[in-house]
Structure formats: structure tokens, C-alpha cells
């Protein structure tokens, strides 16, 4: 287990789509995070629900979130949350996005969601930041 254990887009209070690491029920602490974030706008802001720290990127009516341990980065959250963008928003999701229910993209980028999630775990999240930290890790061994 990574320290992003939990990443999700969703469109208002309805998650499109998920990905966990653990068995923690995070949906249902999203679902309560959701409610309280405005949309339209763009921005970024981190709110906390159940113990877990719960960055978010707003941009427009999509919502882009995950669940991290208490001590993880909030950096790498939102490099993470930056790549689930950018991939969710290529070809015809975000169109499909608009009128989807709960879970409705999980077969569709599910994987893509676990993948991303996957590499910014292992430090991968393609910023200079991240790879000087990884360099700072291995020289400390």
C-alpha cells in the first residue's frame, strides 16, 4: 500500500469512476467530501473526513480526488491528481462524463486510474521534485 491509497472522478456528489488499494470504504467518505465542494470553478484545495487527508482538483463540473495516508505528500497527491486529468480528459469521457451514474467509467478507465495511482506511488510522477526526492532516497539507501 501506496501513500495515495484512494483516487476517483467524479461529476458533482456521483463518483464515475474509482480505484482502491485497500479495503477501506473511501466512496462513502467521498461522497461526504463531494457535497461540500463547489463546482465550475478551477481550482485545488485538500479536505480531511475519516482520517484520511482528501486532496481534490476542481475543474469545471469534474472532480478529481483521492484519499492519501496522513503523512504523504501533498505534492505527489496532486501530481497524481494532475495525470488522472489529463488522461480522463483525452477522447470521449468527459462527454460521456456528463450524464454517467455511479461507477459507470469503472470498466472504461478503471485500469488507467490504477496505473496512474500505481506509478505515483512508486515515485513516478514525471516532475523534477519527485525525482530529486527518489534520487535523495537511494543516496540515503
Same mark, same amino acid.
Given at each position: /500500500?501506496?501513500?495515495?491509497?484512494?483516487?476517483?472522478?467524479?461529476?458533482?456528489?456521483?463518483? =464515475?469512476?474509482? #480505484? +482502491?488499494?485497500?479495503? @477501506? #470504504? !473511501?466512496?462513502?467518505? %467521498?461522497?461526504?467530501? =463531494?457535497?461540500?465542494?463547489?463546482?465550475? @470553478?478551477?481550482? *485545488?484545495?485538500?479536505?480531511?473526513?475519516?482520517?484520511?487527508? !482528501?486532496?481534490?482538483?476542481?475543474?469545471?463540473? =469534474?472532480? !478529481?480526488?483521492?484519499?492519501?495516508?496522513?503523512?504523504?505528500?501533498?505534492? %505527489?497527491? !496532486?501530481?497524481?491528481? @494532475? $495525470?488522472? *486529468?489529463?488522461?480522463?480528459?483525452?477522447?470521449?469521457?468527459?462527454?460521456?462524463?456528463?450524464? @454517467?451514474? $455511479? #461507477?459507470? =467509467?469503472?470498466?472504461?478507465?478503471?485500469?488507467?486510474?490504477?496505473?496512474? /495511482?500505481?506509478?505515483?506511488?512508486?515515485? $513516478?510522477?514525471?516532475? $523534477?521534485?519527485?525525482?530529486?526526492?527518489? +534520487?535523495?532516497?537511494?543516496? *540515503?539507501?
Amino acid at each position: /500500500m501506496g501513500p495515495i491509497e484512494y483516487v476517483a472522478v467524479a461529476r458533482g456528489t456521483v463518483v =464515475l469512476v474509482s #480505484h +482502491q488499494e485497500t479495503g @477501506a #470504504h !473511501f466512496d462513502y467518505l %467521498v461522497e461526504d467530501v =463531494l457535497r461540500d465542494i463547489p463546482t465550475g @470553478a478551477e481550482f *485545488k484545495t485538500t479536505r480531511p473526513r475519516g482520517g484520511f487527508p !482528501f486532496p481534490l482538483l476542481v475543474g469545471g463540473d =469534474l472532480v !478529481f480526488v483521492c484519499a492519501t495516508s496522513p503523512d504523504a505528500s501533498l505534492h %505527489v497527491a !496532486f501530481q497524481c491528481l @494532475a $495525470q488522472v *486529468k489529463e488522461r480522463f480528459l483525452l477522447g470521449s469521457l468527459p462527454v460521456r462524463a456528463q450524464v @454517467a451514474e $455511479q #461507477h459507470e =467509467l469503472d470498466r472504461d478507465f478503471g485500469s488507467v486510474a490504477a496505473e496512474i /495511482m500505481s506509478r505515483c506511488n512508486e515515485g $513516478q510522477t514525471g516532475d $523534477q521534485i519527485s525525482a530529486l526526492n527518489r +534520487q535523495v532516497e537511494d543516496v *540515503k539507501g
